[in-house]
């Protein structure tokens, strides 16, 4: 690698390997350069401009990129979500690559094509607040590509061609060959590497190209970046060409923003009152977009020190602006580029399926969301992002139809998040304060407020500047609540060749009626043995495991539980345990199979209604099945109210009645991914080179590896038992299928005629006598508590206060009263302004004594309290406003006078 990527598509084009004398990396030109061509070693040189020879928008250069592909032999793929459903381990779909990954690059299964080309729409937000500041970052993106997978029986291309293709794509476009340098950068990631090559014209990065034929090894012999490596047996050519930036360069817009967004910019700025900001301010825009793309990459995102070295640039280019001057003017229009940009990202987010929530991808959504609306607040707009997602849902419906299909429901969450965002803002001063008082807020603070609470680091501080604190907002915020939310789960691989066994054939898949079987031993130790072949299904899935009995000789013993390791099934057992090579025969619980068959296929039935009726957002967020009943975590904006879920209830069952067949089959997951789609990874992605399809036809077909009956009739029927919002964004459903749905039914029943006859009216009346009983019970409690006020009030006023100070205070023993007693006697004390009261009673031999004060009163009543207790063998503590604690009965009233002596 020394050496570099010397190809002979270099040697032929007249290319020189040269050395950059900024950064000293090397790179490949046909003219004699000093600089590489890449920032920070070079400024923009392309605004005002343009590198192309004709302006592109976005669809003319997307349909460039492709149909040179197309030309060349590559097969169109269409785009994934933006939403990774396939994977695990990150949430959102970060690269084209990623779309492929690990399936098609661990060799797992074949590519759609091969080789290929797409666009593929991503998000990052690793860089959130540099969107709208550097006039180049954006949070989504659409990466093009062209990817060969080259396999030791299947040569596509490699480098030479690869690079070939590139340069012939951008000349072909109007790019000058010799403005063109290919900087050498080899890449690391996700546990791959391999050499690549950054492509650079006009200061920007256009494209990069990545050689990816090693893996990590710690006995590898190659070394990148202090990681060693060594060769995979395939070679995947994995490129990324920036759509947005091939729209800019043609373009030569002050920022990416202007070229990619013409119509949502002008849009904005209108409503926003900025037009004549934007166009008497276009020089000074240029410059800072100029400016920022060299300086951000050496100074990282420190806002106040990086303004201050782009005005001093600019001042000495002939500018004379304050930083107060040149903030005010340039301020507004990063917040505007912002919100253009963010306001597609959560056209794509939505559309796709995200369901804001607290977790993975649906927080990702929210922190997007609730960011652009305190950008809409700051520039004077604050109720025009419903108009802003719906103009890039019309811009880009063209494109992908997809948005438009769901348009109702982009808009319908849009809307209710932003509800719910204002309705947290509202709550938010309140947070703020007890945090202030319960020890200051700082950096770790306001990542568990925000995300807690939901409060952003700016709304904080403006609270607490309301009430005379200052707190610092560290820059990057949201870059680092993002890196705390965008990977997933890491897969915990078992080794299966520490079982020692052969794999096990699964027998349960060519028959799931059948119970009883013969098969032989190959493991045998510690309660535990693994068969030739098995019936018994292990627990996965959500699904339990199979029990029963295995019979050998004379001898039996119960199946207590059944795990898969690998390819290997371990039966354990309870009891004597058969010899390696033994003969047995197995026999399944038929009723345990046949409910959990049924609560399997009930599962799949209920997701399938929820997405005909809910729309197609729904995604299973988890389940769980068992032998009488089963549950189901969807995700879903709203609460299900009572119409929807009688009507999902009726669908199920309308379904069961209808008897549709329910098929299995093993596909590769190429031909899986071609005939099905994301959606059918409804329980996660798939673990195997081949994918079990469960199929109920024009119903639902899912990726599953549980048991099933064989067709919806053999269910009989489905009860709901109850709904629950689990966590927001996600809510649960639970139900019980066949027998049990009636048993259930049944017990529904029994349990409302005992409540009826309990309130003695008939079945009918019951609701309304309940509702009248509950209206009286409330307002009896309502009286009670008045008297108990007034009981208190009385109380209180039969004490003298001593004063000390400028404090009312108040002590008291007593005796044997209640708790609850004592506690409302204080709050009666303390509703009064420089109250302070100390009161005690006792349960036994133990004590209880309370300090609590008027929030007028500078005490610390956690710490007096606390050294009260400790002097007389004590213990207590609590707040500054309130404290408890407990010591021996015998020495309450000691502890009275050690508290009036520390108040004095």
């Known amino acids: 690698m020394s050496e570099g990527l010397s190809l002979s598509f270099f040697h032929d084009s007249g290319f020189t390997r040269q050395k950059c004398s900024k950064c000293n990396s090397f790179f490949w030109s046909t003219v004699e350069r000093e600089l590489c061509g890449d920032a920070p070693c070079v400024e923009y040189s392309f605004i005002g401009k343009p590198l192309f020879s004709k302006p592109m928008n976005l669809d003319e250069a997307r349909e460039s990129f492709l149909a040179f592909f197309d030309k060349h032999n590559h097969t169109r793929v269409e785009r994934a979500p933006v939403v990774a459903r396939w994977r695990n381990d990150i949430y959102l779909s970060i690269a084209s690559i990623a779309v492929f990954q690990p399936h098609v690059t661990s060799g797992a299964s074949k590519p759609p094509a091969n080789p290929l080309t797409i666009s593929q729409p991503c998000i990052r937000l690793n860089d959130l607040e540099s969107v709208g500041r550097s006039g180049r970052h954006l949070t989504t993106f659409e990466m093009m590509a062209h990817h060969a997978f080259n396999t030791e029986n299947e040569k596509i291309y490699w480098q030479n061609h690869t690079v070939e293709l590139c340069h012939e794509l951008y000349t072909s476009l109007g790019l000058d060959g010799a403005k063109i340098t290919y900087k050498e950068n080899p890449w690391v990631g996700g546990g791959n590497g391999g050499e690549a090559l950054e492509v650079l014209a006009g200061g920007l990065e256009l494209a990069t190209l990545v050689f990816m034929d090693l893996e990590e090894d710690p006995d590898g012999d190659i070394e990148l970046k202090g990681i060693k490596f060594k060769r995979m047996p395939r070679s995947i050519v994995d490129t990324g060409y920036g759509l947005e930036r091939l729209v800019w360069a043609s373009q030569g817009t002050p920022t990416i923003y202007e070229a990619v967004f013409p119509e949502a910019v002008t849009y904005l700025t209108q409503k926003a009152n900025l037009e004549e900001l934007l166009q008497t301010s276009g020089s000074l825009i240029s410059e800072n977009a100029k400016l920022c793309g060299v300086l951000s990459v050496d100074y990282g995102s420190d806002l106040t020190e990086l303004r201050q070295m782009v005005l001093d640039r600019l001042n000495a280019s002939g500018h004379k602006l304050s930083l107060s001057e040149f903030t005010s003017i340039i301020e507004p229009l990063e917040k505007l580029f912002a919100i253009v940009d963010h306001s597609r990202a959560l056209a794509f987010m ?207 013993s119960k199946v207590i539980d059944v795990q898969k390791i690998g390819d290997v099934v371990i039966h354990y057992l309870e009891g004597e345990i058969p010899k390696v090579g033994m003969q047995v025969r197995g026999i399944v619980d038929d009723k345990r199979r046949s409910g959990l068959s049924m609560h399997h296929t009930a599962t799949h039935l209920v997701g399938a209604a929820a997405r ?293």
Not at 518 to 535: A, D, F, P, Y
Not at 691 to 700: F, Q, S, T
Not at 725 to 747: H, L, T
Not at 749 to 772: C, F, H, N, Y
């Open 612 to 904: 005909q009726i809910l729309g197609p957002h729904v995604w299973q967020a988890g389940a769980s099945k068992y032998t009488d009943r089963a549950r189901l975590d969807i995700t879903h904006h709203r609460r299900l109210t009572r119409e929807v879920i009688d009507n999902l209830e009726t669908t199920v069952n309308q379904l069961v009645l209808a008897d549709h067949p329910v098929t299995t089959k093993f596909y590769s997951r190429e031909d899986a991914d071609r005939k099905y789609g994301s959606t059918l990874y409804q329980g996660g992605a798939p673990k195997y080179r081949d994918v079990r399809v469960v199929e109920i036809p024009g119903i639902d077909a899912q990726a599953c590896a549980g048991t099933h009956v064989s067709s919806t009739s053999k269910i009989k029927a489905v009860k709901f038992l109850r709904t629950e919002r689990i966590q927001d964004g996600v809510e649960r459903i639970e139900f019980s299928a066949g027998p049990d749905a009636i048993k259930a039914a049944q017990k529904e029943r029994a349990l409302l005629e005992e409540t009826a006859e309990e309130l003695g009216v008939p079945i009918d009346q019951a609701p309304s006598a309940a509702q009248k009983f509950v209206k009286e019970w409330k307002e009896l409690r309502s009286r009670v508590s008045s008297l108990e006020k007034e009981l208190a009030s009385f109380k209180s006023s039969d004490l003298e206060a001593e004063n000390i100070g400028s404090i009312k205070f108040y002590s008291k023993d007593m005796g044997d009263a209640d708790f609850g007693e004592v506690q409302k006697l204080v709050r009666e004390i303390t509703s009064e302004e420089g109250s302070l009261a100390a009161m005690s009673c006792a349960s036994g031999d133990k004590g209880t004594v309370v300090l609590a004060k008027s929030d007028s009163v500078n005490l610390d009543c956690g710490t007096i309290l606390r050294e009260a207790l400790t002097s007389v063998g004590g213990s207590g503590g609590g707040k500054d406003s309130y404290a408890q604690g407990a010591c021996p009965k015998d020495k309450l009233s000691e502890a009275l006078s050690k508290i009036r002596n520390l108040v004095s």
């Open 350 to 556: 939505f559309g796709d399926g995200i369901v804001p929530s607290n977790v993975k991808a649906g927080y990702l959504a929210r922190m997007v969301l609730r960011r652009t609306v305190l950008l809409l607040k700051d520039i004077g707009v604050p109720t025009a992002l419903p108009d802003m997602v719906l103009h890039h849902i019309d811009n880009f419906s063209k494109t992908y139809p997809e948005l438009n299909n769901n348009r109702a429901h982009i808009m319908d969450m849009v809307n209710l998040e932003i509800d719910r965002f204002n309705q947290t803002l509202e709550r938010g001063r309140r947070t703020v304060q007890r945090a202030i008082d319960s020890g200051g807020i700082n950096q770790d603070k306001l990542l568990e407020l925000y995300d807690s609470q939901g409060l952003p680091p700016s709304v904080v501080s403006d609270f607490a500047n309301e009430q005379g604190h200052t707190i610092e907002v560290p820059d990057g915020f949201f870059a680092m609540v993002a890196d705390r939310h965008q990977g997933g789960a890491k897969e915990v691989k078992k080794d299966p060749e520490a079982i020692g066994s052969e794999p096990t054939a699964l027998d349960f898949y060519k028959d799931m009626e059948k119970r009883s079987f013969s098969s032989v031993v190959l493991l045998s130790e510690k309660g535990q043995i693994s068969l030739k072949n098995t019936l018994f299904y292990p627990e996965g899935g959500g699904q339990q495991s199979d029990l029963g009995v295995i019979n050998w000789d004379n001898n039996e």
